[in-house]
């Protein structure tokens, strides 16, 4: 009898974790996010369904976010938490969820998405991992937004969260995912080309530098437009980055990366080690150096006056420069407009 007891009050209490979101189908999913690219994203795929806060602002560092007593605030009301995952907000946002008291938007409930679920890491360590080797992330580099193919993959994940919250609005968030497609596949390959092929295998092929071969088998080359046309010629090009933050940017957009400012994840750059980096830049013909708004910038500065290499700074979040990147497409188009035209130059 006392285990019968007992086990009814356990379905009580989970019970009183739900939310009633899938009765309620007219209701706007609350939303936080915790990196203003994935607020953008969760607009894109939720519209009118969806009203969301985002914790971190543009020119944040999202690793040392300072945890305010508001975002508690808003996790306790939220039917829905999206994360970036792989240990990005690992020194922030289990407190915060310690003390939310909202069951709903834990790990493991209906309102909690990860979004680095559907990715494939890079830069995932080897063997075991130790404070010598810097903040290494073990589940991977967690700076994965910044290829939109990745923006691609949480997008579809979002449509069917969301489906699955809000069933009678399913075909909504299905044409919205579809519009966000369409329009990543006009910007990355342009219009005509994205409505003949896969626009996410042509940018594989791109990614390995044997997009312009199958264009010209096809006879189609003259049709490429978009991210992928401008960024054809300097297929290859070489650049030094201040964080280990650039590796799925440089992966889709045929950008190899030669060095790091930063000697170890995290560590503040020092003399030789900077002096070892122009020696690479140097050697290897590095064009650019990609810089961050909360990195500072004299290291970079450092290198570049005694080098060729110019300095580019780049959007790692949504809303992170004064440029056009207020929008998660528009901060990806904003960065390779930034390295293309730095090239010209």
């Known amino acids: 009898m006392k285990r019968f007891i007992f086990a009814l009050l356990v379905l009580v209490v989970l019970a009183s974790v739900q939310r009633p979101v899938l009765a309620e189908d007219d209701k706007l999913l609350q939303v936080c996010a915790t990196l203003p690219d994935l607020g953008k994203l969760v607009e894109a795929v939720g519209g009118e369904h969806v009203e969301v806060t985002s914790f971190a602002k543009g020119s944040d560092d999202p690793h040392?976010?300072?945890?305010?007593?508001?975002?508690?605030?808003?996790?306790?009301?939220?039917?829905?938490?999206?994360?970036?995952?792989?240990?990005?907000?690992?020194?922030?946002?289990?407190?915060?969820?310690?003390q939310c008291r909202n069951g709903w938007v834990q790990k493991g409930a209906d309102g909690y998405i990860d979004a680095s679920s559907v990715i494939t890491p890079l830069d995932t360590p080897i063997g075991d991992i130790d404070r010598s080797q810097g903040d290494v992330h073990a589940a991977g580099n967690p700076h994965y937004l910044a290829d939109p193919l990745n923006g691609l993959k949480v997008a579809e994940l979002l449509r069917d969260r969301f489906a699955k919250l809000l069933p009678k609005h399913k075909e909504d968030f299905e044409d919205n995912f579809k519009t966000f497609k369409a329009e990543l596949g006009k910007r990355l390959v342009g219009e005509k080309l994205a409505e003949k092929y896969d626009f996410t295998k042509l940018a594989r092929l791109f990614e390995f530098n044997k997009l312009t071969k199958f264009l010209d088998q096809q006879g189609e080359a003259s049709l490429l437009e978009g991210w992928l046309k401008d960024l054809q010629p300097n297929w290859g090009t070489k650049v030094v980055t201040d964080h280990k933050l650039w590796s799925y940017f440089s992966k889709r957009f045929g950008i190899e990366v030669c060095a790091e400012l930063e000697p170890l994840p995290g560590a503040e750059p020092t003399s030789g080690h900077l002096k070892k980096v122009i020696e690479i830049v140097k050697e290897k013909g590095v064009k650019l150096i990609l810089t961050v708004s909360y990195f500072n910038e004299k290291h970079a500065k450092f290198v570049s006056d005694r080098t060729d290499a110019r300095q580019v700074r780049l959007a790692h979040l949504v809303g992170a420069t004064d440029g056009d990147d207020d929008d998660y497409l528009d901060m990806v188009g904003y960065n390779v407009k930034q390295v293309v035209d730095a090239l010209k130059k």
């Open 64 to 98: 040392h976010l300072e945890a305010k007593p508001s975002f508690i605030t808003e996790l306790a009301d939220a039917d829905v938490l999206v994360l970036n995952g792989m240990e990005l907000e690992e020194g922030w946002l289990p407190v915060l969820l310690r």
